[in-house]
């Protein structure tokens, strides 16, 4: 492998390990028995967080920097799909970023069929990020109320990543916007390392506590509803 090629393996596997991400794979992975039927990925996160095949759309046709195409191209807000299409949505970190959120969980609610499960998540707490435009942050009770007046029966909302991990992650991604301004040379990648291995156990460390962790402050919301 090459340097550069194991650079980024690193990389990926550094960002693997955050807490969103694991504790993101550990909630599928408990929630696997709705995870059934034809399933609908609106704007597909990367890595996966679970392994059944589904139907992904974004706006545009690769994501996970270019490696992977979606199936289809389209806008969440009006998607070109018949009613009652899925039996199960995931659509995670997608709804801050939406010009209607109105009309993003009408399209949700019309493709689903009755008795599907909508996987759903949004900030309550997170850097600024313009995908091209960031819009809204939510509580918990602020998601559960939306997706009710939608018409969802929302059974868990779980607040995701404390204080310890919200800390944590915060300062990795300001540290790691500064290291990637900085030219493309041996002091950037050295920096990088130097960064991943500074924070990988603190990673873990967040991951570990994060039952204990207070959640006044916290990253995001993953919320798990119905359509009845």
Same mark, same amino acid.
């Given at each position: 492998? &090459? ?25 599928f992975?408990?929630y696997? *028995?709705?995870?059934? *039927?034809?399933?609908?990925?609106? *704007? ?7 392994s ?12 996970? %920097?270019?490696?992977?195409?979606v /199936? ?8 070109p ?19 209607? =959120? ?7 609610r ?18 600024? %990020?313009?995908i =091209?435009? /960031? ?5 918990? &009770?602020?998601?559960a109320?939306?997706?009710?007046? %939608? ?13 310890l ?6 300062l ?11 030219p493309?040379? =041996?002091l ?6 130097l ?10 460390i967040?991951?570990a506590?994060?039952r204990? &962790?207070?959640? /006044?402050?916290?990253i ?5 509803a119905?359509?009845?």
């Open positions: 492998m &090459q340097p550069e090629e194991l650079r980024k393996a690193v990389g990926n596997f550094i960002h693997s390990c955050r807490p969103r991400p694991v504790l993101f794979r550990r909630l992975r408990r696997a *028995g709705r995870l059934e *039927g034809r399933i609908l990925e609106i *704007g597909p996160e990367y890595p996966p967080y679970y059944a095949p589904s139907v992904k759309l974004d706006l545009c046709e690769r994501y996970g %920097h270019g490696r992977y195409r /199936d289809v191209v389209g806008d969440a807000c009006a998607m799909f018949r009613d009652g299409s899925f039996s199960t949505v995931v659509c995670l970190e997608v709804m801050e970023h939406v010009e209607s =959120p109105e009309a993003l969980l009408r399209e949700i019309r493709v689903m069929r009755s008795g599907g499960t909508l996987f759903f998540s949004i900030p309550m707490a997170w850097l600024y %990020h313009p =091209p435009l /960031d819009r809204m942050r939510l509580t918990s &009770q602020g998601v109320a939306m997706l009710e007046k %939608h018409g969802f029966r929302v059974l868990r909302v779980h607040r995701v990543v404390g204080v991990g919200f800390v944590v992650t915060m990795y991604f300001m540290l790691m916007a500064r290291i990637n301004r900085l493309l040379n =041996p950037r990648r050295g920096m990088l390392m960064n991943w291995a500074l924070f990988l156990p603190l990673f873990l967040s991951i506590t994060e204990l &962790q207070p959640k /006044d402050i916290y995001t919301n993953f919320c798990v119905e359509k009845p």
